[in-house]
C-alpha cells in the first residue's frame, strides 16, 4: 500500500475529478461535504488542502497512477482505506500501546533534530551586492571553453565505417545514416551528440572532431569504443559568461558557504554548553 507522501505531487489536481469518480466535492455515499472535501470516512476528511500539503512529497515514480481517472480513484480508495485502518486502531487503543509510544518518541526526536537545522539555517540569506562583488572579483574564472557540436556514426569494425564514409561522401544524409547504423544511443537523434567542450570526448575522438571545419566530415577514428565517423555541425569560441547567466550558481555557492559558517559557530557553541563524551574504543563495532 501507497502511504499518503508516495500519492500526489506538484502537477495533479484531484479537484478536477468528474461526479463519475468514486468520491465528488458534492457527496460521499450520500453525505453532504463542503467543497474541499474529496472524501469522508465516518468523521473524518480527506481534503483538497490535505491533498496538496502531501503533493510536495510524492515520489515521481508513483505519478504514473494519477494519469487517468481510474488511477485517481484507485489513489482515493487507497486513502480511504488507510483512515479506516486509523479509526480502527483509534478504536483498539492501538495508540496507547508501548511499543507505539515509542516509536513516536523516536520520530519525534528525528524530526526535531531537522527542525532545529532548518530554524539555525532558515534565515541565512545572500544580498544581491554579494553576488555582484563576487562575479566582479572572479569574473576571469566565468568563461566558456571552446565547443562544438557534432554527429558521429559508431560502428565496431573499419571496413563497415570505411563503407559508410564512402556512401556519405557520395551525399547520402549523414543523419539518416547514423540512425540506421549507428551502434551508440545517440543514433535515436540522427547521431547528434549534442554541444561539447574540449576535454569532454576520448583523446582521438576529441582531436579529431576539434580539428574540423563547421560541415565537415572526418575520417574513420578508431577509440576504445570502436571505429567513428564525425561531421561537425557548429563550433563556437570561448567567450565571458554573464552576470545573469552565473547569478543563481553565485547565490548557491554563497548560500552554501554562509550557511556552513552559521552552522559551524552554532555547533561551536553548543559544544561549548553540553558535556560531550566519546568511547573511540567503540568505534569497530559500527
Given at each position: ?124 540569506q545572500v544580498g544581491q551586492k554579494d553576488i555582484e ?113 552565473m547569478k543563481e550558481k553565485i547565490k548557491e555557492h ?33
Amino acid at each position: 500500500m501507497y502511504n499518503e507522501k508516495e500519492i500526489f505531487d506538484k502537477e495533479n489536481n484531484l479537484d478536477k475529478l468528474n461526479s463519475n469518480s468514486l468520491v465528488s466535492n458534492k457527496c460521499y455515499g450520500g453525505i453532504k461535504m463542503e467543497k474541499t472535501v474529496i472524501a469522508k470516512i465516518g468523521e473524518r476528511e480527506i481534503t483538497i488542502e490535505d491533498i496538496k500539503r502531501t503533493k510536495e512529497y510524492m515520489p515521481k515514480e508513483h505519478l504514473q497512477m494519477l494519469d487517468t481517472l481510474n488511477g485517481k480513484k484507485e489513489f482515493i480508495n487507497k486513502m480511504v482505506i488507510q483512515e479506516m485502518i486509523y479509526l480502527h486502531a483509534l478504536e483498539e487503543k492501538w495508540d496507547q500501546e508501548e511499543a507505539f509510544l515509542e516509536d513516536m518518541k523516536n520520530i519525534k526526536v528525528e524530526r526535531l533534530k531537522g527542525y532545529g537545522i532548518n530554524k539555525i539555517l532558515g534565515d541565512v540569506q545572500v544580498g544581491q551586492k554579494d553576488i555582484e562583488a563576487f562575479y566582479e572579483s572572479n569574473k576571469d574564472s566565468f568563461k566558456t571553453g571552446e565547443t562544438v557540436r557534432a554527429r558521429h556514426i559508431l560502428v565496431d569494425n573499419k571496413e563497415k565505417a570505411e563503407e559508410l564514409l564512402l556512401k556519405l561522401k557520395n551525399g547520402k544524409d549523414f543523419a539518416e545514416t547514423a540512425s540506421e547504423n549507428s551502434s551508440c544511443p545517440s543514433k535515436a537523434n540522427g547521431g547528434d551528440l549534442g554541444t561539447f567542450e574540449k576535454g569532454r570526448m576520448v583523446p582521438e575522438f576529441d582531436e579529431a572532431v576539434f580539428a574540423l571545419d563547421i560541415g565537415e566530415i572526418s575520417d574513420v577514428i578508431q577509440t576504445q569504443f570502436g571505429y567513428h565517423v564525425i561531421k561537425l555541425e557548429e563550433k563556437n569560441e570561448p567567450r565571458d559568461l554573464s552576470f545573469d547567466e552565473m547569478k543563481e550558481k553565485i547565490k548557491e555557492h554563497l548560500l552554501a558557504q554562509e550557511k556552513s559558517a552559521v552552522f559551524s559557530k552554532i555547533t561551536e557553541q553548543l559544544r561549548e554548553k553540553y558535556a560531550i563524551q566519546v568511547n573511540e574504543d567503540l568505534l569497530d563495532e559500527i
